[in-house]
């Protein structure tokens, strides 16, 4: 592996920069597919192999390795005693079939930026006013364990730690009964947070059509979340007199149709879809009794999201009296567009100007960890471009140039931090 000058940031040190790279191709080794990708569900054995390899390299550095007790994974670097902490990273478990950046990314990250400025520290003798730590957040992608970004939510009080340990993944496998044997369930609630940073590929193209290179997320997107369950009868798929047919999976793809109908209407601004549809009993020669289905609307602005809701719900009575099936909605999240901290996106923007690299600021439409520790402690964070928009897909990729130029920020992003800029 070698650098030249288009994929070296300038002010990031090329022994640096390759360490990163090296370790970040060694990481995505766990949990490797055939097309690339990688498959790294919570708690798996890829995931437990790459946590225990993480630790090894957090040991190796200096950092104390601590876990809590929703198996969040802490590498603490205490500077100074007693004091709280500047809380950095992301989330190293994936989709199935996934990429190997999401996530992942943010970890190594958050990880190369501390161990630069514990060596800065160590050269300088200068004591900040924070402690370091990174996290690498349990079950964020929440696609074995519902629901996601699980071990951000527990930290922060906002999803009980009982009721988190009793999830159950679709083999009936809880997620106490999964982390109990790894070591990974530790005794206390983790280090105590003063502020917190992430840095995350962007998942979508903003940057990459815009020739941007860091992205400062400002906000993030509203969103509706529904469980929708279609009922119908049972019955002989080739036998049954059409017009008698209570077709349940045909009353749910009226609904998944309708939903790309829906975002048509506001396009840019909202963004629907159903990522799960479990039909019953999904059997040849059977039409469907019942279909449960999640649907999903983020949106940009929140009028446009509940005039989106209105039509939704208007919706619904017609696709029951076209299919003659019946249909049960139930909202389970919602959430408005939520801002981060503007002190910390001007800490960042600034960070970024100083060093050089093309900055703008963005909205996050995806969730991440760091949505849920806004609401606790002053928090930034920061995207890097991914190629082609391409995201929970094995061909994800962010240039070499990219991941490293966001290092950087990050890095300096982390050391104002630590000096106590922005604390809860
Ligand atoms: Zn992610």
């Excluded at 048509?264 to 009993?281: E, I, Q, S």
């Excluded at 939520?338 to 100083?354: D, F, H, K, M, W």
Aim: with cysteine; proline share 5%.
């Amino acid at each position: 592996m070698t650098l030249d000058e288009k994929t070296q940031p300038a002010t990031l040190d090329p022994v640096r920069a390759q360490a990163f790279l090296a370790d970040f191709a060694t990481m995505s080794a766990f949990g490797a597919t055939i097309h690339g990708g990688v498959d790294r569900q919570a708690a798996s054995p890829a995931d437990i192999e790459q946590r225990r390899w993480l630790q090894g390299l957090l040991e190796q550095h200096g950092l104390r390795v601590q876990y809590d007790r929703i198996g969040n994974q802490f590498g603490l670097l205490e500077l100074n005693p007693g004091a709280p902490y500047v809380v950095v990273g992301s989330h190293m478990d994936s989709q199935p079939t996934a990429g190997r950046y999401d996530g992942a990314y943010g970890v190594l990250a958050a990880a190369h930026a501390i161990f630069r400025i514990a060596d800065e520290l160590r050269e300088t003798g200068e004591q900040p006013a924070l402690n370091l730590a990174v996290v690498n957040w349990f079950n964020e992608e929440g696609s074995r364990f519902v629901p996601s970004m699980m071990g951000s939510s527990v930290y922060t009080g906002l999803m009980p730690l009982e009721e988190a340990l009793a999830v159950e993944d679709p083999a009936g496998i809880s997620v106490r009964e999964a982390l109990e044997p790894t070591g990974f369930l530790g005794e206390g609630d983790g280090p105590v947070a003063a502020c917190c940073a992430e840095i995350h590929i962007e998942q979508g193209r903003l940057l990459e059509d815009a020739g941007t290179t860091i992205g400062l997320v400002t906000a993030s997107w509203a969103a509706s979340k529904y469980v929708v369950t279609v009922e119908g009868e049972q019955s002989h798929s080739g036998a049954t007199v059409m017009a008698d047919r209570r077709d349940a999976l045909l009353g749910a793809s009226q609904l998944v149709v309708f939903a790309r109908e829906l975002a048509d209407r506001f396009p840019g601004v909202l963004h629907t879809a159903v990522g799960k549809l479990d039909v019953y009993p999904n059997s040849p020669v059977v039409v469907a009794s019942r279909v449960r289905l999640l649907l999903d609307l983020r949106c940009a602005d929140e009028a446009v999201l509940a005039e989106a809701n209105a039509l939704l719900q208007a919706e619904l009575p017609r696709i029951e009296e076209r299919v003659n099936v019946a249909l049960s909605v139930e909202k389970s999240h919602e959430w408005g567009i939520n801002p981060y901290q503007p002190e910390g996106v001007e800490l960042a923007r600034s960070v970024a100007a100083r060093l050089g690299y093309a900055h703008d600021e963005i909205k996050t439409v995806a969730g991440h960890d760091s949505i849920n520790m806004k609401e606790r402690v002053p928090t930034v964070m920061l995207f890097v471009p991914s190629v082609q928009g391409v995201s929970h897909n094995e061909g994800e990729y962010t240039e070499d140039r990219d991941a490293l130029a966001g290092l950087d920020v990050l890095t300096g992003v982390v050391r104002r931090l630590a000096s106590g800029e922005l604390r809860a």
